[in-house]
């Protein structure tokens, strides 16, 4: 927990030379911080559980265990890892310096130092360490709030939503209201199961178990969820996939995220007897893309496209964006939240995939194109 405005912050400063440790504590002290010594890295790493410092000022070259060695384990310890490391060194190697950081130190000062620079950077990192703090409690009561308020408002829109089934209209202005009444309650609970996905996705929530999945049972899935929608606009779903394709994905987001929310939309904004097709495309009609340089990893591209009304250019840069708008009704009215598309990039990325969407909305030539880049199995892709 980090200490409040009026309470004075820790210092624990290593340095296997005692008249080091007592020009620093004298000068830290008279700035109001209190003082930790330590005369060796093992001395340090004994300290810190029991006085929780707010800083470390740590020397590089001690006998025994070094500093870098001392602040690879400070940050190994869950409960020491954020705690900012400033080395104090004599060697000003470019090396040096470049190994310090790699060892999670946040600045380094060189000896012999200069007092004022010393007090400015403790102060600057003291004022970093505080706003990352308060961003993190920032960040807990939004979810906390966000928690609260997507069970509070689920319950009254699930009772709308069961009351309305219960109802038998007498009249077709009765029929109409209440089918209204449940087509928004229905969306209402969509858009709060969104921002829990975002939630429980952007706070890694979420686990990700990934493993090698046939794309066309994945593909089955999804259509089964959606046949009715699929089976009322008369929408012809056509497939060039081999059943051997393997992808590298997370089941349950898979499929009741990025492919039901793809394929909704396709069948949304696609006229009645329309037609979806989903192929593997790629570089020179190849499925596999090899892209990765640093990796053996493979890659391949599946296309789902629609024939329907396409996306203006507007709402196409937008398409991603959690913080704008993006909803749209479909062809037959049907509603929706806005928020599908930027959950789909979240999980693809998840994946170690890509998203984009081609659309064009002329009136010869239009419809829309969205592309995944999948990791899949070499020798199951082609």
């Given at each position: 927990?980090f200490k409040?405005?009026?309470?004075?912050?820790?210092?624990?400063?290593?340095?296997?030379?005692?008249?080091?440790?007592?020009?620093?504590?004298s000068?830290?002290?008279?700035?109001?911080f209190?003082?930790?010594?330590a005369?060796?890295g093992?001395?340090?790493l004994?300290?810190?559980?029991?006085?929780?410092?707010?800083l470390?000022l740590l020397?590089i070259?001690?006998?025994?265990?070094?500093g870098?060695?001392?602040?690879d384990?400070?940050k190994?310890?869950e409960?020491t890892?954020n705690?900012?490391v400033i080395?104090?060194?004599?060697?000003?190697?470019?090396?040096d310096?470049?190994?310090?950081f790699?060892?999670?130190?946040?600045?380094?000062?060189?000896?012999?130092f200069?007092?004022?620079?010393?007090?400015s950077?403790?102060?600057?990192?003291?004022?970093?360490?505080?706003?990352q703090?308060d961003?993190?409690?920032?960040?807990r009561?939004?979810s906390?709030?966000?928690?609260?308020?997507?069970?509070?408002?689920?319950?009254?829109?699930?009772?709308i939503?069961t009351a309305s089934?219960?109802?038998a209209?007498n009249d077709?202005?009765e029929?109409?209201?209440?089918g209204y009444?449940?087509?928004?309650?229905r969306?209402?609970?969509?858009?709060?199961?969104?921002?829990?996905?975002?939630?429980?996705?952007?706070?890694?929530?979420?686990?990700?178990?990934?493993?090698?999945v046939?794309?066309?049972?994945?593909i089955?899935?999804s259509i089964k969820m959606?046949?009715?929608?699929?089976?009322?606009k008369?929408?012809k779903v056509?497939?060039?996939?081999s059943d051997?394709?393997?992808?590298?994905?997370e089941?349950t987001?898979?499929?009741?995220?990025?492919?039901n929310?793809?394929?909704?939309?396709?069948?949304?904004f696609s006229y009645?007897?329309?037609q979806i097709g989903l192929y593997i495309?790629?570089k020179?009609?190849c499925p596999?893309?090899?892209t990765d340089?640093k990796?053996?990893?493979a890659f391949?591209?599946?296309?789902?496209r629609?024939?329907?009304?396409?996306?203006?250019s507007?709402?196409?840069a937008d398409?991603?964006?959690?913080s704008?708008?993006?909803h749209?009704?479909?062809?037959?009215g049907?509603?929706?939240t806005?928020?599908?598309?930027?959950?789909?990039r979240?999980?693809?990325?998840?994946y170690g995939?890509?998203?984009?969407?081609?659309?064009?909305t002329?009136d010869?030539?239009?419809?829309?194109?969205?592309?995944?880049?999948?990791?899949?199995?070499?020798?199951?892709?082609?």
């Amino acid at each position: 927990m980090f200490k409040e405005e009026n309470e004075k912050r820790t210092i624990l400063i290593v340095d296997d030379v005692p008249e080091n440790l007592q020009v620093l504590g004298s000068l830290l002290d008279k700035e109001g911080f209190d003082i930790s010594p330590a005369l060796s890295g093992e001395e340090a790493l004994n300290l810190v559980d029991h006085i929780s410092p707010d800083l470390v000022l740590l020397d590089i070259m001690m006998p025994g265990m070094d500093g870098y060695e001392v602040c690879d384990r400070l940050k190994l310890n869950e409960k020491t890892r954020n705690i900012p490391v400033i080395f104090l060194t004599a060697k000003v190697e470019k090396e040096d310096i470049i190994k310090g950081f790699q060892a999670g130190a946040v600045d380094y000062i060189t000896k012999p130092f200069n007092a004022e620079e010393l007090l400015s950077r403790v102060s600057t990192h003291l004022k970093l360490l505080k706003y990352q703090k308060d961003i993190e409690r920032i960040s807990r009561k939004r979810s906390e709030l966000l928690h609260v308020l997507c069970h509070d408002l689920a319950n009254p829109l699930t009772a709308i939503l069961t009351a309305s089934e219960m109802i038998a209209p007498n009249d077709e202005l009765e029929s109409d209201m209440i089918g209204y009444i449940r087509k928004s309650a229905r969306q209402g609970i969509d858009i709060i199961n969104v921002v829990r996905d975002l939630e429980a996705a952007e706070t890694k929530e979420m686990q990700m178990d990934l493993q090698y999945v046939i794309l066309n049972e994945a593909i089955d899935s999804s259509i089964k969820m959606l046949k009715d929608k699929i089976e009322k606009k008369g929408i012809k779903v056509v497939r060039n996939i081999s059943d051997d394709i393997v992808v590298y994905v997370e089941l349950t987001t898979f499929i009741n995220t990025v492919l039901n929310n793809l394929l909704t939309n396709a069948v949304k904004f696609s006229y009645k007897n329309g037609q979806i097709g989903l192929y593997i495309s790629g570089k020179e009609d190849c499925p596999v893309l090899n892209t990765d340089q640093k990796s053996d990893d493979a890659f391949l591209i599946l296309e789902i496209r629609d024939q329907g009304i396409g996306i203006p250019s507007d709402i196409l840069a937008d398409l991603f964006d959690s913080s704008k708008t993006t909803h749209r009704d479909g062809t037959a009215g049907e509603g929706g939240t806005g928020f599908g598309m930027p959950l789909v990039r979240t999980f693809v990325g998840a994946y170690g995939g890509e998203v984009w969407v081609e659309s064009q909305t002329g009136d010869s030539d239009h419809g829309t194109s969205v592309y995944l880049k999948l990791k899949c199995l070499k020798d199951k892709a082609i």
